[in-house]
């Protein structure tokens, strides 16, 4: 059973902007950590960025630095990636994911996550 649902993926040229949204399917106990994963065709999956629950700790891969915006509301609890600037080497399946550490650690360290989200798809044209 799915646990994390991702939506706004989409489809935008050279430059232009999209916003992920992530929520919870169903009760998952302790949400800590939350984060954005992105797969590339052939390729392993690698890190985006990561938020604490107090939302004052982030952390993003230094390819999206300045590009990409990581926020969560924790009443849902929901995570959100504002993606600017979007280039072709964006292009890639995301993935929500969460843990139970608060610390971000397991999730954005050790890329251990409680639950995982199917993905949504993300296509930059050129």
């Known amino acids: 059973q799915e646990q994390l649902v991702e939506s706004g993926g989409g489809s935008v040229q050279t430059g232009g902007s999209l916003r992920l949204s992530c929520a919870a399917a169903?009760?998952?106990?302790?949400?800590?950590?939350m984060g954005w994963f992105r797969q590339f065709e052939g390729k392993t999956r690698e890190g985006v960025a990561a938020?604490?629950?107090?939302?004052?700790?982030?952390y993003y891969a230094d390819s999206v630095k300045g590009r990409f915006t990581i926020s969560r509301e924790n009443s849902m609890p929901t995570v959100s990636l504002e993606m600017n600037d979007l280039k072709p080497e964006d292009t890639g399946v995301y993935y929500c994911?969460?843990?139970?550490?608060?610390?971000?650690?397991?999730?954005?360290?050790?890329?251990?996550?409680?639950?995982w989200g199917q993905g949504t798809q993300v296509i930059v044209s050129s």
């Open positions: 938020i604490a629950p107090s939302g004052q700790i982030t």
């Open positions: 994911a969460a843990d139970f550490d608060t610390s971000c650690a397991r999730l954005w360290i050790r890329r251990l996550a409680t639950s």
């Open positions: 169903r009760n998952i106990a302790d949400i800590g950590c």
